[in-house]
Antibody
């Protein structure tokens, strides 16, 4: 069965970077792109970006362009989301999701001094 | 960016009811619309893609319709497990955008 397993919760200081992983199993990794979505406490869903696992093409949300980088490692079927220059309003649960509709369990990133 | 507006923002209904949630796009998106269900503390679950196609394993009590700018999600015969927050998302053009969500509560 398809599974996306994300890395554990992180606590970061303002200005730091975080890299969240999303390990896929149960399907051919290169067949589907992966989106990253975040959800601040008590808020709705915010699309962050998408990566083609097949060729590495990326698209980012304009408000995150320059601070976020999506990547994949096809040898380990793992996708990564790196967010830099963290601010308190980056505190959120971060999700990966495949184009085929499967979601990871979420990773809480807390940014606090 | 394409703006997605859901209505209502919240909805009270009873077990056994049929409800409809509306999602409107600020410009035409053909049928590139998905619906998601989210329960508190859980990851979203994909329900519908391409406006009306059910994801594998999703019961047929959920149905979607629409094209262009106006879309609906209908849930018939509500059960306790259906009370959740529902989101639409357009994937016609980048950046993909979500509606603000509709919270479905038990009356």
């Amino acid at each position: 069965q398809v599974q996306l397993v994300q890395s554990g919760a992180e606590v970061k200081k303002p200005g730091a970077s975080v890299k969240v992983s999303c390990k896929a199993s149960g399907y051919i990794f290169t067949n589907y792109g992966i989106s990253w979505v975040r959800q601040a406490p008590g808020q709705g869903l915010e699309w962050m970006g998408w990566i083609s696992v097949y060729n590495g093409n990326t698209h980012y949300a304009p408000n995150l362009q320059g601070r976020v980088t999506l990547s994949t490692d096809t040898s380990t079927s793992t996708a990564y989301m790196e967010l830099r220059s963290l601010r308190s309003d980056d505190t959120a649960v971060y999700y990966c999701a495949t184009d085929s509709g499967y979601w990871g369990q979420g990773t809480l990133v807390t940014v606090s001094s | 960016d394409i703006q997605m507006t859901q209505s209502p923002s919240s909805l009270s209904a009873s077990v056994g009811d049929r409800v409809t949630i509306t999602c409107r796009a600020s410009q035409g998106i053909s049928i590139y619309l998905a619906w998601f269900q989210q329960k508190p503390g859980k990851a979203p679950k994909s329900l519908i893609y391409a406006a009306s196609s059910l994801q594998s394993g999703v019961p047929s009590k959920f149905s979607g319709s629409g094209s262009g700018t106006d879309f609906t999600l209908t849930i018939r015969s509500l059960q306790p497990e259906d009370f959740a927050t529902y989101y639409c998302q357009q994937y016609n053009s980048y950046p993909f955008t979500f509606g603000q969500g509709t919270k479905l509560e038990i009356k």
